[in-house]
């Protein structure tokens, strides 16, 4: 991996654990992701104007936009239900270790080859990241239905990750980025309001209307985050390296979480952040 494209990776790991705390300390953080998805389109679209990119360039993917677009209502959707339902600290790991289901799609249906030490360093950040999420006397197994929203949250955001690696290679990033929030915005609210089952389960998915700043400051981290992951696919980054790299959030979240949220199990974590660096450091050492 190029130098350029892991400090593209490094930033954007380093932002999303931020935007992802304020969405979670939101009074209804359903209504703050649907208004950072409202966010996110009134960034992209004039992004892509101001830069010349032709929006209508889009339907030289279809394809690709479509597996985006499912993919990415898959991923938030099982998100959502998964920590709902069980311990961030059991489930949320597995939802984030994409890299290596990438890999084994990318071998297997797209011809890509990995070097043996990459595939190692696939394998200590994917360790580090359960590490630094494990707490003891919890056990993946006890909910057997949330350990499977997990799953299909990982399988969502790998399957995301490839295709726009591909898409971005034809159309320009906020191109993607804006039709992917025009089709996935509606199913947000429709999903999110549903889950609610009460009257108030559509309304309470709108108080950026009354207080925007908040959601702008959400989605401007959020833009930029998910922006600099499509110019790293765009620039030539591998798409299990790149999604490996952007493990780097985690180690991100436990120092945020230790400074900010003042949370527990410092010293397991860091630990766990270093094998996680360690397996970043392999992986951007192999080109």
């Not at 993919?71 to 709902?84: C, D, E, F, G, N």
């Not at 993946?140 to 971005?168: H, K, P, Q, Y």
Request: aromatic share 10%; charged share 10%.
């Amino acid at each position: 991996m190029e130098l350029h494209i892991a400090i593209m990776v490094l930033v954007s790991a380093a932002l999303h654990p931020l935007w992802n705390a304020m969405i979670k300390r939101d009074a209804v953080p359903e209504g703050a992701f649907v208004g950072n998805a409202v966010m996110l389109l009134l960034l992209a679209g004039p992004h892509s104007l101001i830069g010349g990119y032709d929006l209508l360039a889009i339907t030289q993917i279809w394809h690709l936009l479509a597996i985006t677009v499912t993919a990415k209502l898959v991923y938030t959707i099982s998100l959502v239900v998964m920590l709902r339902r069980g311990d961030l600290s059991a489930y949320y790991p597995i939802a984030r270790s994409s890299p290596a289901f990438i890999a084994a799609v990318s071998a297997v249906f797209l011809g890509a080859l990995y070097a043996p030490m990459a595939l190692v360093g696939i394998a200590m950040v994917i360790a580090g990241a359960f590490w630094l999420q494990y707490k003891r006397g919890v056990r993946m197994l006890d909910n057997t239905v949330t350990l499977m929203f997990a799953l299909i949250a990982m399988v969502g955001t790998a399957v995301n990750s490839i295709a726009d690696a591909r898409a971005v290679q034809v159309v320009a990033p906020s191109v993607i980025f804006f039709w992917t929030f025009v089709f996935t915005l509606p199913g947000f609210v429709l999903a999110f309001g549903l889950f609610d089952g009460k009257s108030q389960g559509f309304t309470r998915l709108f108080p950026w209307l009354r207080n925007p700043l908040p959601y702008v400051k959400i989605g401007v981290l959020c833009y930029v985050s998910y922006l600099l992951i499509l110019l790293a696919y765009e620039g030539g980054g591998e798409v299990a390296a790149v999604n490996a790299v952007r493990q780097a959030s985690i180690p991100f979240s436990v120092l945020l979480g230790g400074l900010w949220l003042k949370e527990a199990d410092m010293g397991q974590r860091i630990l766990g952040s270093l094998l996680l660096a360690a397996g970043i450091v392999v992986i951007v050492m192999v080109r």
